[in-house]
Every structure is written in C-alpha cells, then in structure tokens.
Nanobody, 126 residues
C-alpha cells in the first residue's frame, strides 16, 4: 500500500526550529521527486520546497529561502524539511507529495504530484 506519512510538526515560538519528516512506503522511493506544501484554511495550497529523486536539485519558495532546507535519505525512504527562524506566517498544515516524471524532475507546483500525505500541523506562536 502506497503511503506518505509526515511527522515533526508542533507548536514553536517565533524564531524557533522544527524538522519535518516524510516517510514513504509502498513504492520505489528513489524514482520520485518530493515536494513539501503547506495550506491554511481559506487559502490555496502553497509549494514550499522540492527535491529531485537523486537529491541533486532543490528549489524553495521565496518566502522560505535561506530559512528552510530540504534533504532526502533514499536508504531510509525519507525526506526532511529543516525549518529555522520560523515566523507566525509559517503556521499551516504541511504536506509532502511524490511525483515521478523523470530523473532530475522537481516542481513547486502541486498538480504534477501523484501521491500525498495526510499532513502535519505547524503552529508558530508565542
């Protein structure tokens, strides 16, 4: 059964850090590019960061560049999102997604992704 499971969310003060994990099962993980997205009620889902299947290529939304770092460990079927210098505007449900569109593929757009996790809540508040 194909599955993506996010973890690591929680409540953190402004300026703090969290590391999200996305663990995959049921498919050939190292064929897939992975994206992290976030959504708040009433707003569209926003692409935060993405990484190609090999990990050679990454991209970030302007709003998180230089604060967030995406990485992957294909031996553990896991992608990480290290989030530093968190701001209240980072509060959202964070989702990971997987898509297979060729070696080197990655995208901050949601539509090409085939599989999605259930999300983990991140709240940045004092």
């Amino acid at each position: 059964q194909l599955q993506l499971v996010e973890s690591g969310g929680g409540l953190v003060q402004p300026g703090g850090s969290l590391r999200l994990s996305c663990v995959a099962s049921g498919f050939t993980f190292d064929y897939y590019g992975i994206g992290w997205f976030r959504q708040v009620p009433g707003k569209e889902r926003e692409g935060v960061s993405c990484i190609s299947s090999s990990g050679d290529y990454t991209n970030y939304a302007h709003s998180v560049k230089d604060r967030f770092t995406i990485s992957r460990d294909n031996a553990k079927n896991t992608v990480y999102l290290q989030m530093n210098s968190l701001k209240p505007d980072d509060t959202a449900v964070y989702y990971c997604a997987a898509g297979a569109h060729g070696s080197g593929w990655y995208s901050l757009g949601a539509s090409p992704y085939d599989y999605w996790g259930q999300g983990t809540q991140v709240t940045v508040s004092s």
